[in-house]
């Protein structure tokens, strides 16, 4: 019995053999059937990710400029608001720039949601 543990956990078994598949068969098990909060997994939004509480970093690719402000905060709170799961109004957003002034990104800063 402590011969086939240690060889289970040195993988110690030849490709083919009946032992190996079975350990390759858990394994496809766990990765398929293991429960997301073991891993902190969350749904992502691309290029959004949240810094702390109220605080978001924004990928340029998702702000679009071409709108007036109101409507421009206004998407990125509806984006935010799929990511996180709770209601997001951005109050406001701040370009972050690197030394020679290109914009990588923006921080959004939200403001509390009121509940009525």
Not at 24 to 46: E, K, S, T, Y
Not at 56 to 62: A, K, M, T, V
Not at 90 to 111: N, W
Request: charged share 25%.
């Amino acid at each position: 019995m402590l011969t086939g543990l240690k060889r289970l956990i040195l993988w110690d078994y030849e490709r083919g053999v009946w032992q190996y598949d079975v350990m390759c068969a858990v394994i496809m098990l766990f990765i398929a059937f293991a429960p997301r909060v073991w891993f902190r997994d969350q749904p992502r939004i691309q290029y959004a990710s949240q810094i702390s509480d109220g605080v978001f970093w924004i990928e340029p690719e998702l702000v679009n400029f071409s709108k007036p402000e109101p409507q421009r905060l206004e998407d990125l709170g509806k984006a935010l608001t799929l990511r996180t799961g709770r209601k997001q109004t951005i109050a406001r957003i701040e370009p972050i720039v690197d030394s020679e002034k290109v914009v990588k990104g923006y921080m959004a800063f939200t403001q509390p949601f009121a509940h009525k």
